[in-house]
């Protein structure tokens, strides 16, 4: 009984310590900023990993298997044009979008209800910088396009920069270098 109890107290604070950190935003380094750093670390794995899955397609169709590296930072994502990004998707279409005006801000989609959608839900008119975290109006994004076609919103060029200048010999494989 005792074995029980004690069990179900280590549980009990294991699982308000793990919360508590987690609610709070901090990572193992114990700062905000490196939490924020940590977030940025992972989307930028995520954009490497689409960029060497399009260069493993493009090696299949060739048939030219030698090698498959994921090259410079500065080609894993692109800068692409507002007018070819369906935002209620955050998808590069590649031709243009329907512009859908609000509150004097363009704004871009071509679906079905993709006006309406932005017209009446106010949250699909914003994203997350990957890099800084913040809410960025998409109408005034600098916005890019990793391989698969995702959409990535920058609050600036700046913030596009930092996020590339994250990686290193570490952040390659997702493990920061220490401060």
């Not at 549980?11 to 940590?38: H, N, P, Q, W």
């Not at 397609?57 to 994921?70: D, F, V």
């Not at 363009?106 to 809410?135: L, Q």
Request: net charge neutral; hydrophobic share 35%; glycine share 8%.
């Amino acid at each position: 009984m005792k074995k029980v109890l004690l069990s179900s107290m280590i549980f009990a604070v294991l699982s308000i310590f793990i919360s508590a950190v987690s609610l709070t935003g901090y990572s193992y380094a114990g700062s905000k900023e490196a939490g924020t750093r940590d977030i940025a670390i992972a989307k930028l794995q995520t954009i490497r990993e689409a960029h060497i899955a399009k260069k493993r397609l493009e090696a299949l169709k060739t048939g030219n298997h030698g090698g498959i590296t994921s090259g410079p930072a500065s080609s894993w994502i692109t800068r692409v044009n507002p007018n070819e990004v369906n935002m209620v998707t955050n998808h590069f279409e590649s031709e243009a979008q329907g512009v859908i005006k609000i509150d004097g801000n363009s704004y871009y989609g071509s679906c079905e209800g993709c006006a309406e959608n932005m017209k009446n839900n106010p949250s699909t008119r914003f994203a997350t910088d990957p890099f800084t975290n913040s809410v960025v109006d998409k109408s005034k994004a600098s916005i890019f396009a990793d391989a698969s076609g995702r959409v990535w919103y920058f609050e600036s060029e700046n913030s596009h920069k930092d996020l590339i200048g994250l990686i290193d010999r570490e952040t390659l494989f997702g493990y920061a270098k220490p401060e």
